[in-house]
């Protein structure tokens, strides 16, 4: 399991409790042979993010230690990795080898290190690992990647300093040389160091794939117990943490380069979520060791589920970035889309058998009520599920036929095999009526029955030429848009369709009401997303107010002044959403009170829906 920066499980002196010791134990429990502490901070001035472990001082150790004890009696190697944020941390006293600020995120100009406090920082780190091996961690791992401290020093992007610590390659990797070595004296030669390296910064002037497979011998030769290899800085070509947007296994190769010249084992990273592409990488000498981070917040039992040969029932990771990355980057606790247990590990106890059987109908089969019918089931009760649709997924089965976010059914297609394995009653292609609530009886009714596009409300649109739809009807193949296309709506629903109609070759223009566009996706997956959009040249337009609709065009107000748009033969809706909850009167007839989830309960993302019907179904007694 990579370290992973998760923002969540430490009190206010940086001391790690138990909401951080249950998450790990989730993962020990789960089966992984191998794990790390995400961001464990060597110094106050390197803290990347407010809320990771602070290593700085013997005070941690009580905590630290009792941490390690709770993990030992699992068969896995347990360890932390040390870290330095340098211009990439957030806040205000920030130091770098250079007085050059990070090139995204982070904000504001460090203060350049002065030569003889170089040597301090080099001390932090062995100090830290020193705690590290006290508190009875099996092994440390210095982050020298991602365009922290020690990768800045490597990367003449961010290293333009003339003494011996900048310049030409032997200067630049002495700080990293410097750490290892003090490390070493403070923990001795049998305790493990591992080194996690880019392979490749992907931006400009930074380090790259000939710098790494030059560094790697060194390394060895240094005493490195490993390499692991990965990618990329804040504000880089292809991101650290990529979306669904990024081929599986996107940084591999790096590993395999680097394996090449090295006997100490390379661990690969990079977008591994299915056990097969993981035995492939070792099956190919690719890499020694596979890691993973995501697959193993979507589901902790990821290893045991694959050693038991259930992988198919491994809930996937769905690379929308949203719950593991963007909250920590907006300084809030990390989570994930599809696990709602994700940092509240310390709360929960497994999903309790009811005492109490219900009959339970769960009406709609998008996320939200594939999952409360899940949970349902796995407490016990007796559950069916109604569709008017003749598969399962609602929106989110139209999301993924846009270009790039296939990946979306995956979660789909997981909730349903449960139920299938679990017995739920699945009535696809059948609607809420009278006829089935006789036949159900149903003790309790859970309504997720999704949303439909609003219809904005703009003068002179209705008595255009032009042909109006939803984007639901142009995904679902219903309507065939023409060669110029107006997208209302530059939230995630009329970006997703802009893309999906400019790769069809339609010249398409986005109208956005806000100052923003895709505020509810994650910056990671927005990146990709805007990048497509750009190539494809969609033309995006917000803080929009709409003059006038005319018979085949458009005048308004934007950010870049007023605007008219000519010949124009669709207009696509994909702004509001409203809830449908009409069914809801038929369940009201038969003296019952509907529970809302998901979009029925209010239109937004698909992290509620999920999150809303597991607890929905949690809730029935």
């Known amino acids: 399991m990579s370290a992973m920066s998760i923002n969540f499980g430490v009190d206010q002196d940086g001391y790690v409790t138990d909401q951080l010791v249950h998450y790990l134990l989730a993962r020990a429990r789960g089966g992984v042979g191998m794990m790390l502490v995400g961001g464990g901070g060597v110094d106050p001035a390197g803290v990347e993010l407010p ?25 896995c190697r ?6 330095h944020g340098g211009r990439q ?26 030569t003889d406090e170089i040597p301090r920082v080099a001390a932090a780190f062995g100090d830290a690992a020193r705690r590290c091996r006290e508190a009875g961690f099996d092994f440390i791992e210095i982050h020298a990647a991602h365009g922290y401290l020690i990768n800045q020093f490597l990367s003449p992007n ?10 030409r390659f032997e200067n ?18 049998d305790f493990p160091v591992g080194l996690r390296i880019n392979g490749e910064d992907y931006i400009d002037r930074g380090w790259n794939l000939s710098d790494a497979v030059r560094l790697a011998p060194i390394l060895e030769q240094n005493g490195a117990a490993y390499i692991h290899v990965s990618a990329g800085v804040y504000g880089s070509r292809q991101l650290t943490i990529p979306s669904m947007y990024v081929a599986q296994g996107c ?8 394996k090449k010249v090295v006997s100490i084992p390379v661990i690969a990273v990079g977008r591994i979520k299915k056990p097969a592409m993981a035995e492939d990488i070792l099956r190919r000498r690719q890499a020694d060791m596979v890691a993973l981070g995501r697959s193993l917040l979507a589901d902790p039992d990821w290893p045991r589920k694959v050693a038991g040969e259930k992988a198919h029932q491994i809930r996937p990771c769905i690379g929308c970035c949203l719950g593991c990355i963007h909250t920590v980057f907006q300084l809030e606790p990390g989570g994930c889309v599809v696990n709602p247990d994700v940092g509240r590990e310390y709360l929960l106890k497994a999903p309790e058998p009811t005492h109490a059987r219900k009959r339970v109908l769960v009406v709609g089969a998008g996320p939200a009520g594939l999952a409360a019918a899940r949970m349902a089931a796995v407490r016990g009760h007796r559950v069916w599920l109604c569709e008017k649709s003749p598969l399962p997924g609602g929106l989110l089965q139209l999301a993924a036929k846009v270009p790039g976010r296939q990946e979306l059914v995956d979660i789909i297609d997981y909730l349903a095999a449960e139920l299938e394995r679990l017995g739920v009653v699945r009535l696809y292609g059948r609607q809420l009526d009278v006829t089935l609530l006789d036949e159900v009886a149903p003790q309790a009714v859970i309504m997720a029955t999704g949303s439909l596009p ?26 065939e848009v023409g060669p110029r296309v107006l997208v209302w709506g530059g939230g995630q629903a009329g970006l997703v369709l802009a893309d999906h109609l400019a790769t069809a070759g339609r010249e398409v223009s986005v109208l956005h009401r806000k100052d923003h566009f895709a505020e509810e996706m994650s910056s990671n997956d927005r990146f990709y997303l805007r990048e497509r959009l750009h190539r494809s040249g969609v033309r995006l337009y917000k803080q929009v107010r709409v003059r006038k609709f005319g018979p085949d065009d458009v005048v308004f107000e934007s ?34 009170t509907p529970i809302f989830i998901g979009d029925a309960k209010q239109p937004r993302h698909v992290i509620y829906a999920i999150h809303e019907g597991e607890e929905a179904a949690s809730d029935i007694d």
């Open 251 to 258: 940084f591999v190769h790096l590993a395999e380069a680097v």
């Open 158 to 167: 961010a290293n333009q300093r003339e003494d011996h610590y900048g310049g």
């Open 454 to 479: 609003d219809i904005p409300m703009i003068r002179g649109l209705l008595n255009a030429r032009m042909a109006v739809c939803s984007v639901t009807e142009v995904l679902e193949g219903q309507i």
């Open 89 to 114: 941390s957030y806040h205000d006293h920030k130091v770098a080898p250079s007085a050059i600020p990070a090139p995204a995120l982070a904000k504001g100009i460090p203060r350049a290190l002065a």
């Open 78 to 83: 347990f360890g932390m990795q040390l870290m």
């Open 559 to 592: 950010h870049c002044g007023v605007v008219t748009l000519e010949g124009l033969d669709s207009v696509v809706l994909a702004d509001r959403f409203r809830p449908l909850r009409e069914a809801a009167n038929l369940v009201r007839g038969f003296g019952l």
């Open 172 to 189: 630049r990797i002495r700080f990293l040389l410097e750490v290892l070595a003090d490390i070493r004296a403070k923990c001795g030669r």
């Open 51 to 75: 809320d990771l472990p602070a290593l700085w001082d013997d005070r941690c150790l009580p905590a630290l230690s009792a941490m390690v004890a709770a993990i030992k009696p699992y068969d």
